[in-house]
């Protein structure tokens, strides 16, 4: 059963500019894009891949930023002077006291 509603002049008139709007934004939607029998499927295909190789560019290049800053964070205390302190001993001389094997 279908409903009928009794709208006064100023709902109707809402109601209308409303359902414009709509017709408008689907008639834009519908003429930005091209029908499938148009366009090249080759240069479409050219064009996502052009597409996908930029965002992975973009994703390379934000990686080795930040691989780039973590390796000068790391050179800058690597090469800070170390301050020793105490008593330094040599532990080589440990080693000196054994003789190779003769035999082998």
């Given at each position: 059963?279908?409903?009928?509603?009794?709208l006064?002049?100023?709902?109707?008139?809402?109601?209308?500019?409303?359902?414009?709007?709509?017709?408008?934004?689907?008639?834009?939607?519908?003429?930005?894009?091209?029908?499938?029998?148009?366009?090249?499927?080759?240069?479409?295909?050219?064009?996502?891949?052009?597409?996908?190789?930029?965002?992975?560019?973009?994703?390379?290049?934000?990686?080795?930023?930040?691989?780039k800053?973590?390796?000068?964070?790391?050179?800058?205390?690597?090469?800070?002077?170390?301050?020793?302190?105490?008593?330094?001993?040599?532990?080589?001389?440990?080693?000196?006291?054994?003789?190779a094997?003769?035999?082998?």
């Amino acid at each position: 059963m279908v409903r009928v509603e009794k709208l006064d002049k100023e709902q109707s008139e809402d109601k209308l500019k409303l359902l414009r709007q709509i017709g408008e934004q689907v008639l834009q939607e519908a003429t930005k894009q091209k029908a499938a029998s148009i366009s090249n499927p080759k240069q479409v295909l050219y064009d996502a891949r052009e597409k996908r190789r930029k965002v992975v560019q973009k994703i390379r290049d934000d990686y080795e930023q930040m691989v780039k800053k973590k390796f000068q964070q790391f050179q800058r205390i690597r090469n800070k002077p170390v301050v020793y302190q105490g008593v330094s001993e040599d532990f080589t001389a440990f080693n000196q006291s054994f003789l190779a094997i003769q035999s082998r």
